[in-house]
Antibody, heavy 125, light 107 residues
Framework: QVQLVESGGGVVQPGGSLRLSCAASGLAPATYGMHWVRQVPGTGLEWVAFVRYDGGHHNYADSVKGRFAISRDNSKNTVYLHLNSLRPEDTAVYYC??????????????????WGQGTQVTVSS | DIQMTQSPSSLSASVGDRVTITCRASQSIGSFLNWYQHNPGKAPKLLIYAASSLHSGVTSRFSGSGSGSDFTLTISSLQPEDFATYYCQQSYSVPPTFGGGTKVEIK
């Protein structure tokens, strides 16, 4: 069964760091682009970051550019989101999501056909 | 960035009702429009991709239409498991952007 499982969330002080992980099972490695999407309490979904199937290209939302970094280890079929310089407004449930179409070079012309259950990140002093 | 505007933001409906949700893009996006269903605490689910294609395993109660900048999601006969929040999302350009969501509640 194909599934995505996120982990690594928690409570962190403003200015702190976290690393989120998204482990994929049942998926061919190095084949699909992967994304992180978040939901701030009481609001809708916000796309955060994308990493290409080979890890060679990334995109970021302006709200996290320079603070967050997405990476992947295809030998472990895992995608990571490194959250640095965290702010209270980064408090959200973070979901990883998989591109539907394989081997697409950028974050466009695709859709998210599989999502994880999410991991909660709370930034508070 | 392309702005996505959904309407209504919420609606109340009864089991068996036909429900229509609209989504407007701030510029033409062709058919690069996708729809998702989300329940609190659960993984969002893909319903419709490329404006009108039904994702594998999704009931045919759901249908999508539109192109350019105006799109519609229709639920033909609302069932209890359909009460959720629905989001449109454009994949025409980076960054991918979502509409604000439409919460479908029980009347």
């Amino acid at each position: 069964q194909v599934q995505l499982v996120e982990s690594g969330g928690g409570v962190v002080q403003p200015g702190g760091s976290l690393r989120l992980s998204c482990a994929a099972s049942g998926l061919a490695p190095a084949t699909y682009g992967m994304h992180w999407v978040r939901q701030v309490p009481g609001t809708g979904l916000e796309w955060v970051a994308f990493v290409r199937y080979d890890g060679g290209h990334h995109n970021y939302a302006d709200s996290v550019k320079g603070r967050f970094a997405i990476s992947r280890d295809n030998s472990k079929n895992t995608v990571y989101l490194h959250l640095n310089s965290l702010r209270p407004e980064d408090t959200a449930v973070y979901y990883c999501a998989k591109d539907a179409r394989p081997l697409v070079p950028d974050a466009e012309y695709n859709w998210f056909d599989l999502w994880g259950q999410g991991t909660q990140v709370t930034v508070s002093s | 960035d392309i702005q996505m505007t959904q309407s209504p933001s919420s609606l109340s409906a009864s089991v068996g009702d036909r429900v229509t949700i609209t989504c407007r893009a701030s510029q033409s996006i062709g058919s690069f429009l996708n729809w998702y269903q989300h329940n609190p605490g659960k993984a969002p689910k893909l319903l419709i991709y490329a404006a009108s294609s039904l994702h594998s395993g999704v009931t045919s109660r759901f249908s999508g239409s539109g192109s350019g900048s105006d799109f519609t999601l229709t639920i033909s006969s609302l069932q209890p498991e359909d009460f959720a929040t629905y989001y449109c999302q454009q994949s025409y350009s980076v960054p991918p952007t979502f509409g604000g969501g439409t919460k479908v509640e029980i009347k």
